[in-house]
């Protein structure tokens, strides 16, 4: 029965998403399963009786004007050249994604990372090196590494191409496919909730031990310099987790969103039937970054003036504005 209700689905995929169509949905479904378990009953194979199911109810065209959905079931109404992406691609985008998504944590993590070469220059002092050696060594790494992160970027950015289709050109995926996949993204969930918090709380102690070291009575130019790197080194794995989980988990809700909203497909996604839809293709545009900018605006601001202890006014305001911004310019 499964996959007569993953055909029927596949059937009504690309009609708008309207209460007579659901309707009409849900009345050829009862005739599929009445007639399922009719033919079961006569001692009929499964695949017998799925064949006899498609063959008498797989034409939409013929059943459109006894359902009621005459009008729905029209060229003008479905999208010819929309392509059902199989499951095989999607996990191969969703394996090529994930690699993606490392590459670009790790060459953000790097660029991070890279002036605590620098900061700490001054320590090779002790090591007998002339000022100038170290300071040649210490930009020699500087650049070695942004040159590493910048190599990540662009390799990840090529082999991420070949899927640039799916955003050109219009894709849709099928009942059982957007079932999986929507079980895959409940099962990272608390991964990547796990990660964003640890990745968050590492930026935000990262100031610890930069409190601790010059704490300490007999600081020198040495524990300034290692609390000025540990700082570093704290964000750097903080935003690495951020950036990686966020990354991965954006292409499950690539996949997942292949289906127009505005279709019966749309509710093979449960998220898609409460996403707000913007007429101004601007105000969708940032809206679609709205809480990645937040969240860099409230490091910047916390960073760059230490003031903790009032910077979480950002969160407060920026749901404000975004509720503000979907309720006068959003429909669902």
Known sequence: METIRNYLESMFSQLPNTPEVLKAKYELGQMMEDKYSELIADGKS?????????????????????????????????????????????????????????????????????????IISNCTHFGGLSEDFSDAVSMTFFFVIIAIAV??????????????????????????????????????????????????????????????????????????????????????????????????????DTLLNLNNAGTVGGNFVPSQKEKTVYNNPAVAAIMSVYWPTTTCLYLCWSFLTFDWHISWIIWPVAAIIESLVKNILGKK
């Not at 034409?59 to 199989?86: C, M, R, W, Y």
């Not at 999607?90 to 993590?109: M, P």
């Not at 704290?234 to 990686?244: E, L, N, Q, W, Y």
Request: hydrophobic share 45%.
């Open 46 to 118: 499964e695949n017998e009786v799925i064949g006899t199911i498609i063959a008498e109810f797989g034409n939409l065209d013929e059943l459109a004007e006894s359902l009621g959905i005459g009008e729905f079931v029209h060229p003008q109404n479905i999208s010819p050249n929309t392509k059902t992406l199989s499951y095989n691609d999607a996990a191969a985008y969703l394996k090529a994604n994930a690699r993606h998504a490392y590459c670009i944590a790790l060459g953000v993590l790097l660029c991070i990372i890279a002036p605590i070469s620098p």
């Open 151 to 252: 190599g990540l970027f662009v390799c990840s950015g090529i082999n991420m191409s070949k899927w640039k289709y799916l955003k050109s050109e219009p894709y849709c995926i099928d009942f059982a496919t957007a079932s999986k996949l929507q079980e895959q993204k409940e099962g990272y969930r608390t991964t990547h909730a796990l990660l964003i918090t640890v990745g968050i709380m590492l930026c935000i102690l990262s100031v610890v031990p930069s409190i601790i070291l010059r704490s300490l009575p007999h600081s020198t130019d040495l524990t300034d310099d290692l609390s000025g790197a540990a700082v570093l080194l704290f964000v750097a794995v903080g935003v690495f987790m951020i950036v990686f989980s966020s990354s991965k988990k954006g292409g499950f």
